[in-house]
């Protein structure tokens, strides 16, 4: 089955770390650039980091940068999100997303996502 | 700018068409994708490029640019279209990706 399961997420103090992880299955993971997509509660979507196919390649929203870095492991099958200093405002549900085009660089085309693993910084 | 501007809310009645717009000058020179988002679940691709349907779409979805501006439009809309709709873009340097806010379809 094509899918992709995200876990990681939970309950942290603002400053806090965590390290969300998605797990691909039914494609050939390292074809596709892969991105993370958050969602704050009753919010919508916003895009917050994009790694191409062979990590040459990332990008990532400018709230999020020096704080939030992406990172993949091909061998694994495996998209990260490493996530440090934790504000309330990353409180969100986030989805891991694959790019539909081959072997390029991160586009805004997600044809798969996972169910996404929710956040919640609070004290 | 770096924004997508959408609707916040659509209405159409069953049966109907309905447009859901999308704003925003990098729009001019990147396609946007549209996404639907029904409660407690994960968003779909929809459109994608100048008017591609993902997989397992309806053809009664379709999408078109014109300037700044982009649409999708559902020609006969059905229950089952209620949802929350969102479009996605590059920015203008193409280095990130940009969603509106999105819109909120409600079927009568």
């Known amino acids: 089955e094509v899918q992709l399961v995200e876990s990681g997420g939970g309950l942290v103090q603002p400053g806090g770390s965590l390290r969300l992880s998605c797990t691909a299955s039914?494609?050939?993971?390292?074809?596709?650039?892969m991105h993370w997509v958050r969602q704050a509660p009753g919010k919508g979507l916003e895009w917050v980091s994009g790694i191409s196919y062979n990590s040459d390649y990332v990008t990532s929203v400018d709230f999020v940068k020096g704080r939030f870095t992406i990172s993949r492991d091909n061998a694994k099958n495996s998209l990260y999100l490493h996530m440090n200093s934790l504000r309330t405002e990353d409180t969100a549900l986030y989805f891991c997303?694959?790019?539909?085009?081959?072997?390029?660089?991160?586009?805004?085309?997600?044809?798969?996502w996972g169910q996404g693993t929710m956040v919640t910084v609070s004290s | 700018s770096s924004e997508l501007t959408q609707d916040p809310a659509v209405s159409v009645a069953l049966g109907q068409t309905v447009r859901i717009t999308c704003q925003g000058d990098s729009l001019r020179n990147y396609y946007v994708s549209w996404y639907q988002q029904k409660p407690g679940q994960a968003p779909v691709l929809v459109i994608y490029g100048k008017d591609n349907r993902h997989s397992g779409i309806p053809d009664r979805f379709s999408g078109s640019r014109s300037g700044d501006t982009a649409s999708l439009t559902i020609t006969g809309a059905q229950a089952e279209d209620e949802a929350d709709y969102y479009c996605?873009?590059?920015?203008?340097?193409?280095?990130?990706?940009?969603f509106g806010g999105g819109t909120r379809l409600t079927v009568l």
């Open positions: 996605s873009s590059r920015d203008s340097s193409a280095h990130y990706v940009l």
């Open positions: 997303a694959k790019d539909i085009v081959i072997a390029s660089r991160p586009s805004n085309i997600f044809d798969l």
């Open positions: 039914g494609f050939t993971f390292d074809d596709y650039a």
